[in-house]
């Protein structure tokens, strides 16, 4: 394989699984139209909760870790192009953290909510990843070593914090709420937002990616990649296993449930919100994973399409659900109370499929006009 093909393989198995994280996305989306009767509570109720709805809930959960170190790993891949430096590299991060930022307050919670000025301003996984985006734009500057035991402090200390709370009427309530403390935060004007995916574990998660940036040089064969990217996803699974059979630091704790099908329910049930050291582990392990097995392969090149234009995807698929389940409610009517609602789980899965059917089109020719048309500056923030 010539250097030309191994970079365009190491950029595609990328790709590829940044689309199949998109794609698991689009379900967990569907559900949150779709299936709102049934909502999923975090940690899940496996009181109340069918095992066919929480493992589907349990898939979306690789999607935000994988994306987010994906994203500190392509910053990266980005400033080791030629003649990129991390001085570049910094102006695009702090460029499109901003953009993303504001992506989430306009665009983003007005797909959800179809009102102006929304009720509640939700600040999830597009805005962390925004801060994140900044605040990795500062410490790629740090030596190498001090980016891998930072970023492996945030993720694996971070729970350590989990008894810190401040009141509202505290000056640390909202950058703590923003951080750490996943809360509710009132800014006037009859304003109110919710910290749904508080920051700083997810500061850890891209710095992480963007520590594991070396593995992806040219001068490391896909081999050696594989192995290594094989040897830390296996070993973060067993210090997952370790930690929720201790049953101590890093998650709440667990108990059996009444059936061995209930136990691996309860033994899989992590926290997202923040996610737990736990939660990343046993994440981030099969993420690594997937992509050791997703470098080794061709396989999936159509998922290259839909990860090469993430932001892309992100936004249509919000917009044609939501504007999808509103035909739905006022053309069939309620059928769930108030509400218009799927009745099936596997349900669920169709019409994602469906979904992601008819984006692939369109993702297709927008990650090709990136491509082709790398002049046009507004296009790589897509």
């Known amino acids: ?72 790993l ?19 991060l702090a460029q499109r953290g901003a953009i993303l930022i504001g992506l989430e307050l306009t ?55 989990d008894g810190l709370h401040f009141r509202p009427d505290e000056a640390a309530f909202i950058p703590w709420a923003i951080l750490h403390d996943r809360s509710v935060m009132l800014l006037g004007w009859g304003l109110r937002a919710r ?22 040089s040219t001068q490391v064969a896909s081999r050696s990649r594989r192995a290594w990217l094989t040897g830390l996803g296996l070993l973060a699974l067993l210090g997952f296993g370790v930690l929720r059979q201790l049953n101590g630091y890093g998650d709440h704790a667990w108990v059996p449930g009444a059936s061995p099908l209930h136990t691996l329910m309860a033994f899989l049930n992590v926290t997202k919100y923040p996610p737990s050291l736990q939660f990343l582990l046993l994440t981030l392990g099969l993420g690594l994973l997937a992509l050791a097995l997703f470098e080794r392969t061709a396989w999936g090149s159509a998922l290259a399409d839909i990860g090469g234009a993430p932001m892309f995807f992100y936004l249509v698929h919000l917009y044609l659900l939501h504007l999808l389940h509103w035909v739905l409610l006022h053309q069939v009517g309620p059928n769930h109370g108030d509400r218009f609602g799927l009745d099936e789980v596997w349900q669920i899965w169709a019409l994602a499929a469906g979904v992601v059917a008819v984006l692939y089109g369109p993702c297709r020719w927008f990650a090709r006009v990136k491509r082709n048309k790398p002049s046009v500056r507004w296009l790589r923030y897509f």
Request: with cysteine.
């Open 1 to 72: 394989m010539t250097s030309l093909a191994q970079s365009l393989h190491r950029w595609s198995s990328i790709d590829r699984l940044r689309g199949a994280v998109m794609a698991l996305m689009a379900v967990d989306h569907v559900r949150e139209f779709f299936f709102l009767h049934q909502q999923v509570a975090d940690p899940m109720n496996l009181a109340s909760t069918s095992p066919e709805l929480f493992f589907t809930r349990l898939c979306s959960h690789f999607c935000a870790p994988v994306f987010v170190l994906l994203t500190g």
């Open 74 to 92: 392509s910053a990266w891949l980005r400033g080791s192009r030629p003649g990129g430096s991390r001085r570049d590299t910094a102006v695009f």
């Open 195 to 216: 910290s749904s995916y508080p920051v700083l574990p997810w500061i850890g998660v891209m710095l992480l990616g963007y520590a594991l940036g070396p593995l992806y």
């Open 107 to 161: 665009l983003v919670n007005f797909a959800w909510t179809f009102s102006l000025p929304p009720p509640m301003i939700y600040l999830q996984v597009i805005w962390a990843i925004g801060l994140s985006m900044l605040a990795l734009a500062a410490l790629i500057y740090l030596p190498r070593p001090l980016q891998w035991a930072l970023a492996l402090l945030i993720i694996a200390g971070h729970n350590a914090l």
